[in-house]
């Protein structure tokens, strides 16, 4: 069948300038794959057999010089590239139309061949002996395509109009709820404060109903795109994001195991807590007090974070609290300009430099009116340079207002690396751009800071520890095992292990095993849920959150310990300090120039991710917890 570009259909961004969430400078998906601390990243392994061209066919071995040529060449023609797609794709994202649905799918087909072309050529320089600097590129250049389409005419075309189909679908995606057509963001609201199973359960569902269509077009993404890596020598496309890390994909596979091994007892903690707070609200008919918890009664439409329903589980015993973060945003009379300000006031003052006019005059802030737009937030860096903005439909809660910290984080970051050279424009890994702005908000969401800048009357005492801590952990340890469950089931996926028909199947499998969650009904024969969150359709890998939910307390505990903070370490607020700014900015700096577990040690003193600074911020509410469970028959 011919597939059109239609927006009746649907549409996707791909890997160039600016598609994902954080639009990468470099439109690579980031690192090269040698091990750390070595002085000459070696090869990857499996890389792509050195393409026929004349200068090999000559029989001689191409030189180091000619390795540093041809990396110098590909970052020139890679910026130039990245800059129009980039553009491209801001058009579309915030105009989505037949025509610039068009015109994005071209920019990103030629974007990816131009990719692919270069991934090839650098598999000469295989054997040669060259600098540091130039092995971590031409690794870069071989593993940092998102989606790499097989070298074969009109592979990538096919590609990019599937990859922008998708995206586009999930964006303009509306359902009838109550008579009217509703868009992701109402139903979000609706279901944030609705405390009625029967409509959580039909929000829930009907938002999954813009997904069936985008199935077919996922199927053949995935068979596309495994063709590309494998013939860059990868075994998959799972395969190939893994060796992103500085370590072999298998390796870093192990590493999330163990990260979620060391906070997986505290997440079935929790989950049993808001389990018996769920049952005592709606009773056993809508939530039993044992097995998994319904999905949507937790606040969320993809149940990832929990904090909306904090009013449900707040503590009987052991402190009330005494505000609730979207209220008073609202009594301020905050707009959603001013929540941007606001959290660009955070970044100032540790010392770093103001937004530029242009990220005011070119954001999208709020969803405009009379047009398709993507309102999933995101962070663009539209010339490798200095033309950093947001994309965003902001609502005044709470939610947003920590939006916005981590938006303006991947934008901070860009600046930070905006001289290194195009291919080392990037995060030290993908989790340290996500970790950026979700550290400042720590700071950010502190009573301390909210009476800084006037929005909390009183700073609580000790008592409101508790209700603070849970709220807090209804965020961000509740996310922990969606932000692993993602990328478990895309892994699966690639590599083959889960079949087209088993999708949805699979999807919801890993909600009960990672998570402990089930739908609130039974899926209908088409499902296909995963297509209801945005990073599978906007092909956004999301390893990266999970990794940033344990980097960001790793940062958090670091910087109090500069700071010379002895109190509780939910209480720091880092907020104007420049020197913690400036050391922060130096790690940021480096950009994606060494292999992350330096850019760590630079900030934290430590070489691996570690999760005990979760551990050690949670601690009063893990055990607290503990006393609210006993006798409780925890897990599902
Ligand atoms: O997608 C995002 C950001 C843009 S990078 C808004 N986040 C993940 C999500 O919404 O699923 C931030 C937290 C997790
Ligand atoms: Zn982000």
Known sequence: MKRTLTITVAVGALVAGAAGCAALSNGMSGNDGAAPQVANSPVRPGAPAPALTEANLTGQAPTAAEAAAFVADAERQLAEASEYAGRVAWVRATNITYDTMWLEAKANAEYTELSVKLANEAARFNDVEVPFDVRRKLNILTQGIVLPAPNKPGSATELAEITTRLDSTYATGK??????????????????????????????????????????????????????????????????????????????????????????????????????????????????????????????????????????????????????????LVEADYDAEKMVRTGEGFYTSLGLAPLPDTFWQRSQITRPEGREVVCHASAWDLDNHEDVRIKMCTQVNADDFYTV?????????????????FLFKNGANDGFHEAIGDFVGLSALTPTYLNQIGLLEQVPGADEDIPFLLKMALDKIAFLPFGLMVDRWRWDVFSGETSPDEYNDAWSANMLKYQGLVPPGDRPDNAFDPGAKYHIPGNTPYTRYFLAHIYQFQFHRAACEQIGWTGPLHRCSIYGNEAVGERFNAMMEMGQSRPWPEAMYAFTGQRTGDASAIADYFAPLNTWLTEQNEGKDCGW
């Not at 057509?181 to 009625?196: F, G, H, N, V």
């Not at 929790?270 to 606040?299: K, M, N, W």
């Not at 909306?308 to 707040?314: K, W």
């Open 405 to 421: 910290h981590h938006e303006l984080g991947h934008n901070v970051y860009q600046r930070a690396y905006k001289d290194q050279p």
């Open 175 to 328: 359902f009838e709820y109550k008579g009217e057509m509703i868009t992701l963001d109402e139903a979000s609201q609706i279901l944030a404060a609705s405390r009625d199973p029967a409509e959580t359960k039909a929000l829930y569902e009907g938002w999954r109903t813009i997904s069936p269509v985008m199935a077919d077009d996922y199927t053949r993404m995935v068979d596309i795109a495994n063709e590309g890596a494998r013939e860059l020598g990868f075994d998959d496309v799972g395969a190939m994001w893994r060796s992103g890390y500085d370590m072999e994909p298998d390796a870093f596979a192990a590493e999330t195991d163990r990260l979620w091994s060391q906070v997986q007892p505290f997440y079935e903690n929790l989950h049993c807590y808001v389990r018996t707070r769920l049952f005592e609200t709606y009773g056993a008919d809508v939530q039993p007090d044992s097995g998994p918890i319904r999905a949507d009664l937790l606040g969320n439409m993809w149940s990832q974070q929990w904090g909306n329903i904090y009013d449900v589980v707040a503590p009987k015993t052991g402190g009330t609290s005494s505000y609730d973060m979207t209220e008073l």
